[in-house]
């Protein structure tokens, strides 16, 4: 029997930023922002479309920050209080998110390069269609975690748990879930090529059993 490939972890490096980053004026749509640090914005922080890098975002609260077809290279982000983040079609690359509390996390259709998001609670997350290469998700609790139609490579959990996740349509490659204390998912026979512990298949048996069409009798 052919041995199968060893499982590739996230590639990951922390975002490149100075040693000092002045304090940025307000975040703006469409805007070029450039090794600035932010503490507070504005309620509603419309940035959608904005090219942002080498920044910090420190311990800000809002209710929605959009981030749209926004461009992230070398950013950290610690601390945020947000109901929504809305970043459809956005694109990251080398950005960690640490710490806080995010009520809605919408990254679909976004394209996500060496990302981290370590020790966050968020009620809901989507990466529905998006393309992923090298994200961990660490000491993290998630409500539902939506990833359909996405295509994802090098993508690992520690030490998470979510309620719900959706992995419909999921192409994966190097995806590690035995990290991820997981209720429920929708579509079990999707996690095709993903890793899982023993406990979780033992655990997933009668979800996968009933995709698969498997009668299990006693």
Known sequence: MARSAPLAAPRLSAPDL????????????????????????????????????????????????????????????????????????????RVRIAGGRIGTLDLADADLDEVEMRGVRIDYVSLAGARVADLLIADCTIGTLDIPQATVSRMAFAESRADDVDTRGLQAKDLDLRGLEAVSYLDPASLRGAALSARQVEYLAPALAEALGIRVLD
Do not use: K, M, N, Y
């Not at 703006?28 to 509603?44: C, I, M, N, P, Y």
């Not at 461009?71 to 950290?76: A, C, K, P």
């Open 18 to 93: 100075p040693a000092r980053l002045e304090d940025g004026p307000v975040l703006a749509r469409a805007g070029d922002f450039f090794q600035l640090r932010w503490t507070v914005l504005e309620s509603h922080t419309d940035a959608a479309h904005a090219e942002i890098t080498e920044c910090e975002l420190i311990g800000p609260s809002v209710e929605r920050l959009e981030l749209t077809g926004a461009v992230l290279v070398d950013v950290e982000v610690r601390d945020l209080r947000a109901t929504t983040v809305g970043g459809r079609g956005a694109r990251l690359r």
